[in-house]
């Protein structure tokens, strides 16, 4: 329940950035209008957003006579967590990944690429899985779409901001303080709200990651098959590292986007190794 509740605060801090960066463009009337649009991308989000990253990656929908192994273990944890059993894709590609998408349980996808196919044993895999099934049960497919959207729609909005300050747009806002901050808060707005936006983005995805490890571990009955596959996916990537869009690396059961070092704290996915000790402490507390 707090879980939820830090993601609603978070959501809506998103929300409320929107509605601000309105007002830096176009005062009261702005704001509304920013609003509106936030709505609208929401609704965007709720009903299109599996549509859309699916076909982003070439998903290929199967069935049990095409991957009769990835369909058993699907089919296998939707029974047990009594979920409605989500669409199958493959994803072409040696990069080893999966993630899932859709709006709620009864219009959700799983998708995997061929490379996590070839390299995970059923055990493993079928940890993967439960995890990316957990996602769907807790509504995160939602609640991430809907953030990236948020996100998406800040950034789009900041430079429109710095655009219209520059060719003049500012001017006012210097001139009547009360119009939107003047131009000082106009330009800090234009810096720092597509930053505070990514740091949101960040917070949410990553305490579902976390929610995600420990409710995928018990719909799978174990948390080892989880703990190994994330740490072979972690090698892996790295080896054969994923062609994905920064708006949509959330996704993901591991980041798709090459980098380490000072980058990991920008990163939409906690540390490979974190989460594998929390899945460890978790068998270590279920043998006692």
């Known amino acids: 329940m707090a879980n939820l509740m830090k993601t609603g605060v978070l959501l809506a801090a998103l929300t409320v950035l929107v509605v601000l960066i309105g007002g830096a463009l176009g005062g009261q009337n702005g704001m509304v209008m920013a609003f509106v649009l936030a709505m609208v991308m929401n ?3 709720y009903w299109f957003s599996d549509k859309i990253v699916l076909a982003m990656y070439r998903a290929q929908p199967v069935d049990e006579a095409s991957a009769p192994g990835l369909y058993r273990i699907v089919r296998t944890l939707a029974t047990r967590a009594g979920m409605p059993m ?15 998408t859709g709006r709620n349980p009864q ?45 998406g729609a800040i950034t789009y909005m900041a430079h429109m901001a710095q655009w219209a300050m520059i060719f003049g747009g500012g001017r006012r806002d210097s001139d009547d303080d009360s119009g939107g901050g003047g131009l000082v808060g106009g330009l800090l707005m234009i810096v720092l709200a597509p930053i505070a936006a ?21 719909m799978a009955g174990q948390p080892w098959g989880l703990a190994k596959a994330l740490e072979k996916l972690e090698v892996a990537s790295k080896v054969a590292p994923m062609q994905a869009t920064p708006a949509t690396a959330h ?32 068998a270590r507390s279920q043998a006692r």
């Open 86 to 100: 989500p669409r199958v894709y493959i994803i072409p590609g040696e990069a080893p990944n999966a993630f899932a």
């Open 251 to 282: 996704l993901f059961i591991v980041n798709p986007l090459t980098g380490g070092g000072w980058t990991t704290l920008f990163s939409t996915h906690p540390p490979v190794a974190e989460r594998v000790a929390r899945l460890r402490a978790m």
């Open 198 to 218: 990514m740091l949101i983005q960040m917070a949410v995805s990553r305490s579902r990651e976390f929610q995600a490890d420990a409710s995928g571990a018990q």
């Open 107 to 151: 219009h959700a996808a799983i998708a995997v690429t061929e490379g996590i196919l070839r390299i995970m044993s059923e055990e493993e895999l079928e940890g993967v899985l439960a995890h990316e099934l957990s996602h769907v049960q807790n509504r995160d497919t939602l609640i991430m779409a809907i953030a990236a959207t948020l996100a």
């Open 43 to 45: 609704l965007g989000s």
